[in-house]
């Protein structure tokens, strides 16, 4: 076993044996949900809660489907429907939680430094599904995974990241995977959406066409309206597309080769076109999503394989 932590809460510490232990794990879990049979029997007797203080499709989905298809009983908590809109506490709510004797608490916050402030505070495993602006660390390894499938190695890779990168904890996590794997990431976006992003290493990109230029991967990002408190930092929906959306005809600056990938909602118009998002020349968003399941049964089957040793 080479991930021996109770929680998963950041790429930022995982070494690049961690990193790919969740890796090949996934793929032996891909091979599972491409059976007959998606079933294994490593939670069974186990139960997992996702506590979601914000909204998701594939997040929490695959979550519960990757808890089910490893036998566990897998029960899904909506903040909004809770007793944290009568004032209950964060850490109350999910001590109640653990308390029905959970063994692991998948959070999704609106707080940054949520996942890691409830993990020192819970003898349950906690996975970070999500903690404001910070970090996503599922969707890293998963990202990670749909590179290596479609590129057969992670080795000489160029990753460009595209849009919002400030306010992503998409962004965050990726970089921290990606630089310890030794790929190069480049970003690119609206100056005040890539505030302080100099401090990650990565080359910070000033056009489109040199964001696309030699580069093996497209990350596309979405406007994280959501985190932003004052106005958008841009004059109109349209010129941000203009210049900052990946559209049929930028992609002439793009290699050959190339695959665009998204974690989703993706926003079509804005930061990508459909003609691109859609392009089986190129498209690996869907990818993505399924490789999200096999990426979180590895992630509950080692938190809980830990726990056992
Ligand atoms: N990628 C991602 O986190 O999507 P959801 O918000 O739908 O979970």
New binding site residues.
Partial sequence: MSYTKKDLITTSNLTKDEIYHFLNLAKEFKALNNSDVKKAKSLYGKTTVNAFF????????SFEIAAKRLGADAINFSASQSSAKKGETLLDTINNIVAMKTDIVVL?HYSSGAAKFVAANTDAHVVN??DGLNE?PS?ALLDLLTILEAKGSLENLTVAIIGDIFHSR?ARSDIYAMKTLGIQVKLFGPPMMLTGMEAFGCKICKSMQEALEDTDVIIMLRIQLERQDDEVPFPSVREYSNFFGLTKAKMKFAKEGVIIMH???INRGVEINSDVADDPRYTHILNQVEN?VAVRMAILHTLISNKQG
């Fill in positions: 914000e909204n998701s499709t594939r997040t929490r989905t999704r599904a999500g996503h969707q998409v974690p989703g909602p999200g």
